[in-house]
């Protein structure tokens, strides 16, 4: 296994990373194919955290593999958005603007995951993760998924765990979580501004 597979939080990090300079230019447009990849990245994360984020790992891995798919024959976000507005479908199931969205709350999720834990104390991380799935989850999902969410809570593996599946010490994982939300963030303001700049709204 190469040095860089063993760092999936250093390879999520470094992903987004490239994106965000891509976003900071302004002038061009994100390719699906690198934000795609990008975001497939993050996949490993929601299974770390085990089954209180099950339904939103496999959720997030089947939007982030159309997205994927799309990117062999729509070169950007933007282009993907567009045809789909040309097309009417914008918010049908399974447009690629719909999983889009989608996708763009599974990297915000993990980004608000990544502020609470480096700002809570103890091994916890129950209140890190039941902040952010309140905040950017639980107002789209039904009483049924956020009580099974909720449930799911109690499995979730303790810091030092998490930690040690990704393969982190204390140290590396808060640089390499600190760059990922840095970096996220203008990626997850691109991907809105890509919705609300065409008034499509980004709360459905």
Known sequence: MAAGEQKPLRRIADAFDSLAATVNLRSVPIEAALFSDA?????????CLGIAFKFAEMDYVSKVEDLREASKSISTLQSMLELDIQGNCVRQGGS???????????????????????????????DPASVAYSKVFAPHHGW??????AAGMYALPSRSQLLKKLNEDEESAR??????????????GYVEELFLSRELGIDW
């Open 39 to 47: 975001c497939s990245r993050v996949s490993i994360l929601f299974s």
């Open 96 to 126: 690629h603007s719909r999983n889009l969205l989608r996708v763009k709350r599974g990297i915000d999720m993990v980004k608000v995951l990544f502020e609470e834990i480096l700002s809570a104390n103890g091994n916890s991380l129950k």
């Open 144 to 149: 049924a998924i956020r009580k099974a969410v």
């Open 175 to 188: 640089i390499e979580m600190q760059k990922y939300i840095t970096s996220s963030k203008p990626v997850i």
